[in-house]
């Protein structure tokens, strides 16, 4: 019982000395202590292994065991002094507690008699200052009343005085004292309820109506709509009266200036008119003579008659460019039989050039102006081809054209008057989209004609290889072309344009590039699937010239030049159009088309290279590999293909020299090629000696070294050929020498040679052992028990996927199989063709 008694004590204190992490962390904080018996999880066991680890350490055992004592004993006196101390805590924590009530009980005392203080001499403060705020309002009010009499004197005497000015037309005086007058009502605003003030703003009202129908009238007068000659000089009156204008209601000032410049150009469509000879384009300039003589005669005459801010130059300017932009667009509709591209063009030049004038004279301010409709300007243009297209490249092919086809000076990118009037000639600009489709079809055509007459690239010059001329010069006139079209619109226009070079470049894909490819055989119409498939057999395959090899690098050189330069074309092209259209701009089939010629001329020379090792590889898979006694150095046939690669690389290296990227794609599908003929060509040497598997395997480490010195063989620069490419070829060719050497290892015992086997070839399969067994010369019987033993030890398949199919249809197929897949394909294909 006692004992019991005991437990439950140890466990009730353990329950009350459990403490929460937060007071246990506090705890350490406030009394660091790296004494294992102060911490939370304190382990009596492990304290006592820990003083004692072996039972040697047991002899210090008494000892131990006093300083614990004298640690328990210090301790308690600890404990006892701190209880201690802690006897009188709640009587003196009491005391503190009453003294602090008491004095919080005196404060209160003390803030309640100042706040009633403060009560007091508030009042006090109010009593003695009640008679000056009345002052203060009073002094307020009668200043208000003074300030508003002697106003009320001011706009009554001011409404007598314009009255009176009115009626003597004395506009010089009416104009300083009618902006008085106007201000000086603004304060009445208020008191319009008091019938006088009501009155002196309705007077005010009808003397502004007054004095706008009298400058009308005297404008009228003076500048009569129907045909009397201008004053010689400018009028005094009219000058005051347009200074009381701006005062006026501003439909005042619109009329004015409405009818100034319709009088002043009424002499122009009467000069202009639709049957008129000069109003054909062709006379186009005597326009914009005319306008300019206007410009400087208004000047002489009335440029002091108008405000300064009344921009009366800049509007009759706007003014004539829009009775220009309509009167031309009736013209043309009615004569549009009669444009031709020059004439066109030549109109365009013109206007573009007045539009520049404008824009160097004028700052445009008028074009936001409610008075004048303004035309929608083109958004800011970010072309940075913009300073790169001086007026002299401009220039260039305007003398080309004739001098009529190119505007003198490209438009400035922040002209406010671009289109103004030019915007008119976009309806018609179909025909200069007509005439770049004839002249591009001539161009393609020329071409074509070209590279007919200058034959084949000559070998051992820098021909091969090289860009052809032809596809710069395409370029080069694309890029006028658009340059051209973007000045006279960045609308439909350009979209026009663009479908007519994604025409041309297609057709210069077909009838440069890809129809001038050497044909694999000489009643081949064209490069065809089939033509690009065919295996050539035995010696008797025809063979590149190496006049023809350095034509595919040139075609295929100039592929990718028109693959590079189309995909800038198509970026400029949206940065010249408006931005609404961007998105109907896409070059992306015609960069297809040049990728096709690309892969195509690339196809063309890897099949010409592993067609020239056919007859190696064939001559190697008839060889009595049996008979071999001996291992000497390599075998012929890898002495040909060396020789074909020493010959066919270089030629092609030099001429892809500008493309690397292309020469290592040709690398990379050679290699995927030859390899995998070159173990099935293995697969076709049986039987195979000892000595013969042996010999193999040294021609076909000899091949392995050639290949993986490909990139660079016969380069005085010895280049490290691209991991890729390295990747496939040790991949390929150690695959070929691990099949010899399980064709090396003796196949008894069994267990050992299928081991062995599965082993050395990671892709190890029924079908390739069975190959490399009858490469042994094994008899059937030996055969088939091998191949069960090989099936027992090949780990078992994980079950199907989630579609069915079993894990070994997942698996990627062999170089063998790749091989006939191919082979059937090419097969199906000449089939159906």
Not at 221 to 238: A, I, W
Request: charged share 25%.
């Amino acid at each position: 019982m006692m004992e019991e008694e005991e437990l439950e004590f140890v466990e009730e204190l353990e329950a009350v000395l459990q403490l929460t992490p937060e007071v246990q962390l506090a705890i350490e904080q406030v009394f660091p202590s790296q004494d294992p018996l102060d911490h939370a999880d304190f382990n009596a066991v492990e304290y006592i292994n820990t003083l004692f680890p072996t039972e040697q350490s047991l002899a210090n055992i008494d000892e131990v065991v006093n300083k614990i004592r004298l640690k328990i004993r210090r301790l308690d006196d600890n404990i006892r002094t701190v209880v201690r101390g802690q006897t009188n805590v709640g009587q003196d924590g009491r005391q503190a507690l009453e003294e602090a009530q008491k004095a919080i009980q005196q404060l209160f005392g003390k803030i309640k008699d100042i706040k009633d203080k403060a009560e007091k001499s508030e009042q006090m403060v109010k009593e003695i200052t009640r008679d000056i705020k009345q002052l203060d309002h009073a002094k307020r009010h009668l200043t208000t009343s003074i300030t508003t009499l002697n106003h009320l004197h001011m706009l009554a005497g001011g409404v007598d005085s314009l009255e009176a000015l009115t009626r003597r037309r004395q506009y010089g005086e009416i104009a300083n004292l009618l902006q008085g007058v106007m201000n000086v009502l603004e304060h009445f605003h208020k008191y319009m309820g008091i019938p006088q003030i009501r009155q002196l703003s309705e007077r005010v009202k009808a003397a502004q109506n007054e004095l706008g129908q009298q400058i009308l009238a005297d404008f009228e007068e003076t500048f009569p709509s129907q045909g009397t000659k201008r004053p010689g000089g400018p009028s005094n009156v009219l000058r005051d009266a347009c200074l009381v204008a701006n005062i006026l209601d501003p439909r005042v000032k619109q009329e004015i200036i409405k009818k100034f410049i319709k009088q002043h150009l009424s002499e122009y469509l009467v000069l202009f008119q639709e049957n008129q000879d000069v109003a054909w384009l062709d006379k186009i300039d005597r326009r914009y003579a005319w306008i300019k003589r206007q410009l400087v005669d208004y000047e002489e005459k009335y440029g002091r008659m108008f405000p300064r801010e009344w921009s009366m130059t800049e509007r009759i300017a706007v003014e004539f460019c829009h009775v220009t932009r309509t009167e031309l667009a009736k013209t043309m509709r009615t004569r549009a039989k009669e444009i031709e591209v020059k004439l066109l063009l030549f109109a365009i030049q013109r206007t573009t050039n007045f539009e520049g004038f404008l824009a160097k004279r004028f700052s445009g301010c008028t074009l936001t102006d409610g008075t004048l409709k303004k035309l929608e300007s083109p958004p800011p243009s970010t072309n940075p081809f913009l300073e790169d297209e001086p007026a002299a490249e401009l220039e260039e092919l305007a003398m080309e054209k004739g001098d009529l086809e190119q505007p003198k000076k490209p438009k400035a990118p922040d002209n406010p008057f671009h289109g103004i009037v030019s915007k008119c000639f976009e309806p018609h600009l179909y025909v200069y989209i007509e005439s770049q489709d004839k002249n591009l079809g001539e161009l393609i055509d020329r071409f074509v004609a070209d590279f007919k007459a200058q034959g084949l690239p000559k070998a051992n010059t820098d021909e091969g290889g090289a860009v052809l001329p032809s596809c710069a010069d395409l370029f080069v006139y694309y890029k006028k072309c658009m340059v051209q079209c973007s000045q006279l619109s960045t609308g439909e226009p350009m979209i026009a344009l663009t479908t007519i070079f994604q025409k041309y470049l297609r057709e210069y894909a077909w009838k440069i590039l890809s129809g001038n490819l050497p044909k694999t055989t000489s009643s081949s119409g064209g490069l065809t699937i089939s033509s690009l498939l065919k295996e050539k057999e035995g010696s008797e395959a025809a063979k590149f010239t190496l006049e023809e090899l350095c034509l595919i690098c040139s075609l295929l050189s100039t592929a990718e030049y028109c693959l590079a330069t189309t995909q800038q074309l198509e970026e400029k092209l949206k940065e010249k159009v408006d931005v609404s259209l961007t998105e109907r701009i896409n070059l992306t089939g015609e960069m297809d088309t040049f990728s096709t010629v690309i892969s195509s001329s690339i196809q063309l020379l890897v099949q010409d290279l592993d067609a020239a090792c056919d007859p190696a590889l064939a001559a190697m898979s008839k060889m009595q590999w049996q008979n071999v006694e001996h291992v000497g150095d390599q075998s012929p046939y890898v002495t040909s293909v060396i020789l074909h690669i020493k010959q066919n690389v270089p030629i092609i290296r030099d001429n892809l020299a500008s493309t690397r990227k292309y020469f290592t794609q040709f690398c990379i599908k050679f290699a995927n090629s030859f390899i995998p003929k070159f173990i099935t060509h293995l697969f076709k040497c049986k039987p195979i000696s000892m000595v013969g598997a042996e010999q193999l395997l040294l021609d076909t480490h000899s091949l392995k070294m050639v290949l993986l010195d490909l990139p660079s063989i016969g380069s005085q620069v010895v280049r490290k050929a691209p991991a890729s490419y390295t990747k496939i070829v040790v991949k390929g060719m150690t695959r070929a020498e691990m099949i010899l050497k399980v064709v090396m290892a003796p196949h008894e015992p069994s267990v050992v040679f299928v081991d062995n086997y599965i082993k050395l070839l990671t892709d190890c399969n029924t079908e390739t052992f069975q190959k490399i067994l009858d490469m042994k010369g094994l008899k059937r019987s030996e055969q088939s028990s091998m191949l069960e033993l090989l099936r027992q030890r090949l780990p078992t398949p994980p079950a199907a996927g989630p579609e069915g199919t079993s894990p070994l249809s997942l698996m990627a197929p062999t170089p063998e199989q790749e091989s006939s897949r191919i082979r059937k394909l090419e097969k199906l294909i000449k089939k159906r063709l």
